[in-house]
T-cell receptor, first 114, second 113 residues
Framework: KAGVTQTPRYLIKTRGQQVTLSCSPI?????VSWYQQTPGQGLQFLFE???????NKGNFPGRFSGRQFSNSRSEMNVSTLELGDSALYLC?????????????FGPGTRLTVT | AQSVTQPDIHITVSEGASLELRCNYS??????LFWYVQSPGQGLQLLLK??????LVQGIKGFEAEFKRSQSSFNLRKPSVHWSDAAEYFC???????????FGTGTSLTVIP
């Protein structure tokens, strides 16, 4: 089985712009979670989608949004980028959702905001 | 509030030496517990997980972890470290209902020859 893929791997944007990141889960996985990883804050949970519905949301401003498509692929969008949004954004998929199931992580998208 | 503490930001060990990485959590009930490893430029890979039962769990790459309810800890151990174990290690807790995980800030492991 192919692993979790994320595109693009690297991205450079300017403050005020918006960005869309994409995540393709492992085939058959219906749950997709997004995390922001920064040196100072570690991994912080953004949100989780299951069967096209957002089930959980972390403590991030409304500039961060996401969606999931019928094929379980997910996108996250960040509008009005700020310098502090520079981070590694990780996507993880699991088969049914629920913390009892292993999450498989993608390699991440490195976003740099200048 | 839920939180995960990894008190050691960075640890250096000699190859062949034993390793213990500490993890303490704060949670209202017994959560699911995980250890992940992240190599540079890579995503996270699950090393092991604890759901219930035997408090000593075995994982991949020769790692093990012990859940101690009284201490709210889930420390990761390896009896003999290999140079390839150099990476960032993350402890995480997950709620038993819902699908929300909380990660520690990580411990960076350096292995010296």
């Amino acid at each position: 089985k192919a692993g979790v893929t994320q595109t693009p791997r690297y991205l450079i944007k300017t403050r005020g712009q918006q960005v869309t990141l994409s995540c393709s889960p492992i085939s058959g996985h219906r749950s997709v979670s997004w995390y922001q990883q920064t040196p100072g804050q570690g991994l912080q949970f953004l949100f989780e989608y299951f069967s096209e519905t957002q089930r959980n949301k972390g403590n991030f401003p409304g500039r961060f949004s996401g969606r999931q498509f019928s094929n379980s692929r997910s996108e996250m969008n960040v509008s009005t980028l700020e310098l502090g949004d520079s981070a590694l954004y990780l996507c993880a998929s699991s088969s049914t959702g629920g913390s009892g199931y292993e999450q498989y992580f993608g390699p991440g998208t490195r976003l740099t905001v200048t | 509030a839920q939180s995960v503490t990894q008190p050691d930001i960075h640890i250096t060990v000699s190859e062949g030496a034993s390793l213990e990485l500490r993890c303490n959590y704060s949670y209202g009930a017994t959560p699911y517990l995980f250890w992940y490893v992240q190599s540079p430029g890579q995503g996270l890979q699950l090393l092991l997980k604890y759901f219930s039962g035997d408090t000593l769990v075995q994982g991949i790459k020769g790692f093990e972890a012990e859940f101690k309810r009284s201490q709210s800890s889930f420390n990761l151990r390896k009896p003999s470290v290999h140079w390839s174990d150099a990476a960032e290690y993350f402890c995480a807790v997950g709620a038993r209902t819902g699908n929300q995980f909380y990660f520690g800030t990580g411990t960076s492991l350096t292995v010296i020859p």
